[in-house]
């Protein structure tokens, strides 16, 4: 996320136009969102089909939910890349940046519910 973060700055400095930079961050930002979904989708699938899913009671719905709003996402910012539907510039890219820190904050709260049940199970 750091990298993305700072992508901003340089192409800034470089003096690339405002349609350029944001064309360029929001593709890439966008062609993250893609591969690290395509991948959470290959690599759940693979963990069912060998029955090793993990779970947590709140958060795995809301990661799913999330994994599918960041594929939107992903598109979103392809489309406003080529300033087509959505509109190219910051705000979306500030958007993007937002669903990845969430993303990571889910992925956090599934850590700590994960280990809190390996602790309730341990205990009994």
Avoid: K
Wanted: with cysteine; proline share 2%; aromatic share 12%.
């Amino acid at each position: 996320m750091l990298f993305f973060a700072l992508l901003p700055v340089p192409l800034l400095l470089a003096n690339w136009s405002h349609n350029a930079l944001w064309g360029l961050c929001n593709a890439l930002l966008g062609s993250w969102f893609i591969v690290a979904n395509v991948l959470v989708f290959v690599g759940e699938r693979r963990d069912r089909a060998l029955h090793r899913a993990t779970t947590v009671r709140i958060i795995t719905p809301l990661l799913y939910t999330l994994t599918v709003v960041g594929l939107v996402m992903g598109i979103a910012l392809w489309l406003s890349a080529f300033d087509f539907i959505v509109r190219r510039g910051q705000a979306v890219f500030v958007l993007g940046l937002l669903m990845l820190l969430l993303f990571a904050a889910l992925e956090f709260l599934f850590f700590i519910g994960l280990m809190s049940q390996q602790g309730n199970e341990s205990n009994l």
